[in-house]
Nanobody, 117 residues
């Protein structure tokens, strides 16, 4: 059974940093595209960042230059380093995994990130 477990969310002030973790079990993260999405209250779930099997990365324009996605194969974990956080980054952040960038078949339960102004 494949499972993704996010952690690292919390309440921070604007300008602060947070690092989210996504620990995978039942699936080797290095063999799949891993991604982060987020959903703010009353809004649809939006793409944030992804990392491909070959370590290629891609970011939403809204987070480019502030967020960094990375992967630790030994820990089978994906990270999202978030710097210079803004109130508009407030959302539930979800980890996702799939065979390719446009097809995610496994999702975590989400972790709340709240950024106060």
């Amino acid at each position: 059974q494949v499972q993704l477990v996010e952690s690292g969310g919390g309440l921070v002030q604007a300008g602060d940093s947070l690092r989210l973790s996504c620990a995978a079990s039942g699936r080797t993260v290095s063999r799949y595209t891993m991604a982060w999405f987020r959903q703010a209250p009353g809004k649809v779930r939006d793409f944030v960042a992804r990392i491909s099997r070959d370590y290629g990365t891609y970011y939403a324009d809204s987070v480019k230059g502030r967020f960094t996605i990375s992967r630790d194969n030994a820990k089978n974990t994906v990270y999202l380093q978030m710097n210079s956080l803004k109130p508009e980054d407030t959302a539930i952040y979800y980890c996702a995994s799939g065979p390719m960038a446009v097809s995610y078949d496994t999702w975590g339960q989400g972790t709340q990130v709240t950024v106060s102004s």
